[in-house]
């Protein structure tokens, strides 16, 4: 259903505005789990034209399930009332069909949640189902030049399932999000050395979206404006790096879930970080963690969904910075969470093939 669709005239505030929009068709975005508090935070970032920039156009795809319907609706009413320069029209919609169908951009969001006394197993399969079913519809309604970014945990596990049941889309189109243990590192990082997060780059987050993940500093560049660039390991103790920033980056959800019962800001800014280097590239010399399908760097198998250093142009090109070195440590910790990826991945294939 079009909740709202805007004539073109009525899209700026100035004519200068409209004319710079009007070379620059519109791109469609799709969000699963629309009614959602992490998709709310979401859309306040696209619809400020922060993410795709001020002169892109969108057009709105929201999805979610029939019980939520009501309360999509009502996103999208504050989508309306926001104004907004960039935002050309809002779908909202029950049907994934529908809400993939000519969609530049997909953002999947919604998950079966950990529900207390739930076994791990049955969350691994419900989730498993999802995903399947969203790669399916892909590959029969989906463009072939569409970016799929998975959100829903387990995130590498949900996008390598998802990837499998599209397998038209060229598999580099499919990525998950690390950018938010990538934003947790460079926030712990950044204070400790006395600088601004802004001035701390190339912090890597290697592997699985959970316990295993290994947030690593070793190739972290400070760059201080009148100061030489100077290397971020540097500046504080190996024990802090090892122990202790890693603790705390990986416990970090937890922390807060604990005292809010939930994480929705920091998710939402970091959806709309990997969207902004997906789509705009990152800067040169520059690269940022993603979860990719491997090409066999670093001993991460083809095809392995693993949270990776990347570079990307501004075509959109993903490409894993393949030569970092790599110290024993952190090959231990890489190996690591290798091991849990593979386990979960070859169970939930194996799930996905039997539903």
Partial sequence: MVFFSKPRSQMSDSHHCEDKRRKLAAITICITGAAGRIAYSLIQSLAKGDVFGHEQLLVLHLLDIEQSKEAMEGVAMEIEDMASHV???CVVTTSMKEALSGADVAVLIASVPHLPGMERKDLLKANVRIFRETGETLEKFG????K????????NTNALVCMEYAPSIPRQQFTGLSMLDHNRTLAQLAPKIGATTDEVTNVVVWGNHSATMYPDISHAIVHKIDEVVRPAAD???KEWARDTMIKIVRTRYAEIMQRRGMTTMSTGKAIADHLKYWTRGTPVGQFVSMAVPS???????????YSLPVQVNKHGDIKVVADLKVDEFSREMIDNSYTELMNEAKEALSLAEVL
């Fill in 148 to 155: 799929v970014l998975v959100v829903a945990n387990p995130s």
């Fill in 295 to 305: 090409d066999g760097s670093y001993g991460i198998a083809k095809g392995v969904f």
């Fill in 87 to 89: 935002v050309d029209k």
């Fill in 235 to 237: 500046l504080v103790s």
């Fill in 143 to 146: 463009k072939r030049s569409i």
